[in-house]
């Protein structure tokens, strides 16, 4: 029972987040945050963060690690991981792997 509950309080609050959410270039679908900015796009697991984005790029700092676009590079915990292009979708959710449009994706000079 508390196992249903509890799944039903996480439905409810995902709900409530979409809703938030109407107007936003921010996404939320199968245990993945989307954020645009700078015409490129990260796409990050559901988890506690701290986000900024718009068309400067896009800035998250989460619990496991800070990435930053400003739709031309890419950076990663202070290192750079190349440059991105527009429309670019940069996948964190198998960090710390990281794909860019599905390849993996290494720190520049590694």
């Known amino acids: ?3 249903a509950r509890a799944r039903f309080s996480a439905i409810c609050i995902s709900i ?16 993945k945050h989307s954020y645009e900015g700078g015409g490129v796009k990260f796409e990050i697991p559901l988890e506690r963060s701290d986000t900024t984005h718009g068309t400067y790029g896009i800035r998250y700092k989460g619990p496991r690690f800070v990435a930053e676009t400003d739709g031309k590079t890419l950076w990663v915990d202070g290192q750079i ?23 993996v994706r290494e720190p520049a000079g590694t």
């Open 16 to 31: 409530n987040a979409a809703f938030l959410l109407i107007g936003c270039d921010v996404t939320v679908n199968a245990g």
């Open 81 to 103: 991981y190349g440059s991105l292009n527009q429309g670019d979708v940069v996948d964190f959710y198998e960090y710390p792997v990281i794909k860019v449009n599905g390849i």
């Open 1 to 3: 029972m508390k196992c």
